[in-house]
């Protein structure tokens, strides 16, 4: 029986395994399988199994529904799932062949072209393409061919991307590209001289971008002048002999017909013009330092005129007059050389004689005080007079010293003005020369600024426009602008105090710079954000935050906190509790501080929630005899480790075989590349030996007697046979039997391992005799006598009767009289135990039966007589019991009545008074025999 109980367990768990199938599909993007090839498998096993192992072949696995996996090299590769139920595991294997990809080159016979033309392609590849794919770039049709060889006519000028694709007999494909450049031929040509005098030998030469292996077949040049010649010569030399302007011009065409042409600028060349005639405009030779002096140089032919006036300054012109305003004192040669084209011809001069004075000063201030001047005289020549002008003749301070000094306001727009005069010659000059002086000030718009946020410097009370003034800006210790703004915003990148100062600057070389710091120092200030967290957790562990932020300055500390954590829930607290994500994946923690003053920072760590291994072990629970050995699976892609089996079994092996002699649970672990861990268990129930008690085993019973067997088993319990059982199907059945009896009590375990039983034997004793008699019928008030038989003499009687009295209770025999009927039974015991009853029945005849009622009452509550009742012999019960009054109308009934009890008779009242009349009607119906007898009768109620 064991045996035939674990077949069929397996035979069960072989059905429960087939009725599961283990399936997946894979799919590619194109359903292309190349290397390298990225593949999506599904699972699509049947039911609902609890979890997957993958197996890809290339040395990567997987635990997900829908897995990605990415194949370097080509190959056949074996992919295994394993589809695990509650119960069961199944798997399938499928192979996916990755197909190599072709390798392959594509070369033009030439990738430069000057004109369109056709293109010989040439692709090499692996000798798996068998078609070819060819785009080239320039919008024309995509060209199919088997031919690894291909002609292509471009037509217009422009650069191209020629792509051939190899395809293999698989689909795998490949693709290689070539630029073709179709670009006009570029020259570019030189001519070393292109002024002077004629006749001029020149140089003139061409380079251009020619093709590779390209040359030249013929080069022509035009010179310009009339002269052409063609060769293949890229530098000529030409004599040039004319003044006439030339336009000269190169064309270059190649071997591969390229063809192009250069036209040189205009240029031409002369002849010595005529020696011109010098003279001032004015006629004289005599002037003041302060004149402007007009010259003029008449000749023919000239084309430009250059001037030396003697003083060291020069000038180049193409008028015939000239104005210049000398530096010097002194004779002054002046020279004029006329040109044309560049050929010079003879030069002629002049000697100007400038007297008098040239007024010169220069401005200074010291740093000390920016609105006290001196200005150094430099003036040229005798100066007779000297005189400074402040701020404007009409309101300024004259002085007639030689070096100038004055203390400007502090705030002003003014001028300074020297002039002199010489009295020999009466030459006078002058100069005037901008002053401004101010008060300003550096400042900013906040005195104390968020770190990052925004501040503007600018300047109160600043020297005007006009003054030109130039702004250097120096902030925490680097410049960070130099030009002619006076204002700048930028956002501070440290904490602290910023001193930070703009250095302003005149026109004028000898002025001190103004360097203006700020009325009060900029205080940088706000929050550090910084926290720390792991930079990953397992999914069964909760994110750990260590919240570093502190304020730059004490005094104004953090009072708000938000936490961004990556997954659109946030947190406000200091310091968060450890945080558990729903789901795994990577996560952006971001920690934004905000200060008292509102200042607020901002720190982003990344945090990677790593998913669970998983581990499933199969059989999840089996119940096993004991001795039996159960092999174990354990199912996962990532290190196992079983954690309490026996001495000597493989602690890392995913498949063990155990016989454990109780029932234990056994847990495997698994633990990934990040050390996560989780864990399976599979309980296996051990069928030990069984122990069956039963009670009572062995025991004697009178019939009719009934016992509850009490039975303890770890099994299950049977009693055979099952007869008299209350429960067959119970452990502890109630029992009555009805003769002697044995049971076989059978306890089995679930599987069949083990059983063990107890025989249980009952004995029933036989009745003792019991005879009471036959049933009596007597007239009333007779007596009787009461002898029962019996076969042994019993050891105990015990009589009752139905009105409550027997004459002796436990007498073999009793007597009596009969005033109604009476059912006597009694009761014997004999030495066994065993009881036996039995019953007479002792009735009054109807015909002695007897209703008695009075003819009158005195309901008057003296106690005596208050009631009008029926008195019976013989009857127990009444049926009805009437009273009419004369005129029959009913004033009182009862059913069912008790005889011989007053308070159940009329007490007299009607609806609760005494009638006036004192004559009334009884009617009784009594039962006797089996026929209802009327009794009826008069009576007088007395008041």
Not at 439 to 465: A, G, H
Not at 682 to 709: A, K, N, Y
Not at 771 to 788: K, M
Request: include cysteine.
């Amino acid at each position: 029986m064991r045996y035939l109980y674990t077949l069929l367990i397996i035979i069960l768990f072989h059905m429960a395994a087939q009725s599961q199938v283990a399936n997946f599909t894979y799919s590619t993007t194109g359903n292309t399988y190349c290397d390298p090839q990225r593949v999506t498998f599904r699972q699509t096993a049947s039911g609902q199994p609890v979890s997957f192992v993958w197996y890809f072949g290339n040395g990567t696995t997987g635990n997900q529904p829908v897995e990605e996996v990415t194949y370097l090299n080509p190959g056949t590769y074996t992919v295994k799932l394993i589809a695990v139920y509650e119960d069961v595991a199944v798997s399938v294997e499928k192979e996916i062949t990755v197909h190599s990809s072709p390798t392959i080159t594509v070369r033009a016979n030439r990738n430069t072209l000057c004109t369109p033309d056709v293109i010989q392609f040439t692709a090499t590849g692996s000798s798996s393409v068998v078609q070819y794919q060819w785009n080239f770039g320039d919008g024309s049709p995509v060209v199919q061919s088997s031919s690894s060889n291909i002609q292509h006519r471009y037509t217009t000028p422009g650069t191209y991307q020629a792509k051939v694709t190899g395809i293999t007999e698989r689909g795998c494909t490949e693709s290689a590209t070539t630029n073709v450049n179709i670009v006009p031929l570029s020259i570019q040509a030189n001519i070393d001289v292109t002024s002077g005098c004629i006749p001029v030998t020149t140089q003139l030469s061409v380079t251009g971008d020619f093709l590779p292996g390209d040359s030249v077949t013929a080069v022509t040049w035009n010179f310009g002048d009339g002269q052409l010649i063609t060769g293949t010569d890229m530098q000529v030399q030409h004599v040039y002999n004319t003044t006439q302007p030339i336009d000269a011009m190169v064309q270059v065409v190649t071997q591969s017909g390229c063809s192009a042409q250069f036209t040189f600028s205009p240029f031409a060349f002369g002849s010595p013009p005529p020696v011109p005639l010098i003279q001032t405009t004015t006629g004289r030779t005599t002037f003041c330092g302060s004149d402007e002096v007009e010259l003029s140089a008449i000749t023919q032919q000239a084309t430009h005129y250059f001037w030396d006036y003697g003083d060291g300054s020069t000038d180049s012109i193409n008028r015939e007059v000239s104005t210049h305003k000398f530096r010097q004192l002194g004779m002054m040669p002046v020279k004029v050389t006329p040109y044309q084209n560049g050929c010079a011809g003879t030069t002629d001069s002049i000697l100007i004689q400038i007297e008098g004075v040239i007024a010169k000063f220069d401005v200074r201030n010291t740093c000390q005080q920016l609105n006290a001047f001196t200005f150094p005289n430099q003036s040229l020549g005798n100066m007779s007079t000297i005189q400074w002008i402040y701020g404007g003749q009409a309101t300024g301070v004259q002085e007639a010293v030689r070096n100038g000094s004055y203390t400007f306001p502090r705030v002003t727009t003014s001028s300074v003005e020297l002039k002199i005069s010489d009295e020999v010659t009466g030459c006078r000059d002058s100069l005037k020369r901008p002053i401004y002086t101010a008060q300003p000030t550096l400042r900013s718009n906040l005195s104390s600024v968020c770190k990052d946020s925004s501040i503007v410097y600018f300047i109160e009370n600043d020297y005007p426009p006009e003054a030109n003034m130039n702004y250097t800006f120096n902030i925490n210790d680097r410049v960070i602008r130099n030009g002619s703004v006076n204002t700048i915003e930028y956002k501070p990148l440290n904490y602290g105090l910023y001193n930070d100062y703009v250095i302003l600057a005149d026109q004028y070389r000898g002025t001190c710079n103004d360097t203006l710091r700020l009325q009060e120092p900029v205080r940088v200030k706000g929050p550090i954000a910084d926290f720390e967290i792991p930079s990953f957790v397992c999914y069964d562990s909760l994110l750990a935050f260590r919240n570093l932020s502190y304020p730059y300055y004490n005094y104004e500390p953090i009072n708000q906190w938000q936490w961004n954590l990556g997954n659109g829930e946030q947190l406000t607290d200091e310091h968060p509790e450890p945080y558990a994500y729903e789901r795994p994946g990577s996560y952006n923690i971001a920690l934004t501080v905000r200060d008292i003053s509102n200042c607020a920072q901002r720190k982003i760590l990344p945090a990677r929630i790593v998913r669970l291994p998983k581990v499933d072990i199969l059989p999840r629970k089996k119940t096993i005899c004991q001795g039996t050995d159960v092999e174990m699976i354990a199912y996962s892609s990532d290190r196992i480790q079983w954690l309490n089996l026996p001495a000597g079994l493989c602690n890392d092996c995913d498949t063990i075989r155990v016989q454990p002699a109780q029932s234990v649970n056994y847990i495997v672990q698994t633990t990934n590349a990040f050390g996560c861990k989780n864990f399976d268990s599979s309980m296996l129930h051990v069928m030990e030996p069984l122990q069956l008690s039963v009670t009572p085993v062995d025991t004697t019973l009178c019939p009719g007697e009934g016992f509850q067997f009490i039975t303890q088993s770890t099994g299950t319990v049977t009693f055979s046979p099952a007869l008299y059982l209350d429960n067959p199907n119970s452990t502890d059945p109630y029992v009555i039997p009805e003769e002697s009896i044995e049971y076989t009590i059978l306890s089995t375990d679930s599987l069949g391992c083990f059983t063990d039983s107890v025989k249980s034997k009952i004995t029933l004793h036989p009745k003792p005799f019991l005879e009471a008699g036959e049933d009596l019928q007597l007239d009333y008030g007779s007596t009787f006598l009461l002898d029962p038989q019996t076969d042994i003499e019993p050891l105990q009687y015990q009589w009752t009767s139905s009105n409550g009295y027997v004459s002796c209770p436990t007498c073999s025999q009793i007597s009596g009289t009969v005033d109604k009927n009476t059912t006597y039974t009694v009761e014997i015991t004999n030495q066994k135990g065993c009881k036996n009853t039995d019953q007479v029945k002792v009735v009054v005849r109807c015909s002695s039966k007897k209703l008695l009622l009075p003819t009158a009452f005195t309901p008057n509550g003296d106690g005596l007589n208050d009631f009008f009742y029926p008195i019976s012999r013989g009857f127990s019960e009444i049926r009805s019991f009437t009273i009419f009054d004369r005129s029959g109308m009913k004033v009182f009934e009862r059913k069912n009545m008790i005889p011989n009890q007053p308070n159940m008779g009329w007490d007299g009242r009607i609806r609760g008074s005494f009638p006036n009349t004192s004559s009334f009607v009884w009617m009784a119906q009594v039962e006797c025999d089996g026929q209802i007898i009327v009794r009826k009768g008069t009576f007088t109620l007395i008041q």
